[in-house]
């Protein structure tokens, strides 16, 4: 089960973070994904970003969760009015990549990492991808279809 905890503080200035009294429960399974993340989070422009502003260096590769009710989808639209980490983009001679939007979380209750919204995007808003300093698969022995907690936590 995920729970989606959307962390918030009632002024934009304030420092320190109250838990939002009505928080949403989501049970979402885990899935394969186009094998993609890798490549993306090795980038070193990238790597190093996430390093210096989330703390950790990614394991290479993301965990893909899939919303499948709308309620769900709605509610994780609404994340993006909340404040992000923002890894910039780069661009190298064959292309450019884009910015990133992080969002802390802490997976089971044991495990920090980051909700990542990508400007660009093969996924629609109904794919969550998160970013941890391990292998999240192995590391809580997760397969296709099972069902993990993760909570959200927004930026002061």
Do not use: W
């Amino acid at each position: 089960m995920l729970n989606f905890y959307l962390i918030s503080t009632l002024a934009p200035s304030a420092s320190s973070l109250a838990l939002i009294a009505s928080a949403s429960s989501f049970a979402i399974p885990v899935f394969t994904g186009l094998g993609e993340g890798a490549y993306y989070i090795t980038k070193d422009h990238y790597r190093k970003q996430f390093l210096e502003k989330l703390g950790f260096d990614p394991y290479p590769g993301t965990l893909n969760l899939k919303l499948t009710s709308d309620y769900d989808i709605k509610r994780r639209t609404e994340l993006e009015a909340y404040p992000a980490v923002e890894v910039e983009g780069f661009r190298n001679e064959d292309r450019t990549f884009g910015l990133v939007k992080c969002y802390p979380v802490m997976i089971e209750n044991k495990i920090k990492g980051a909700l990542i919204s990508a400007l660009r995007s093969h996924y629609d808003v109904s794919v969550l991808e998160i970013i941890a300093p391990v292998c999240l698969r192995k590391n809580l022995n997760l397969k296709d279809g099972h069902k993990v907690k993760v909570e959200v936590l927004t930026v002061p």
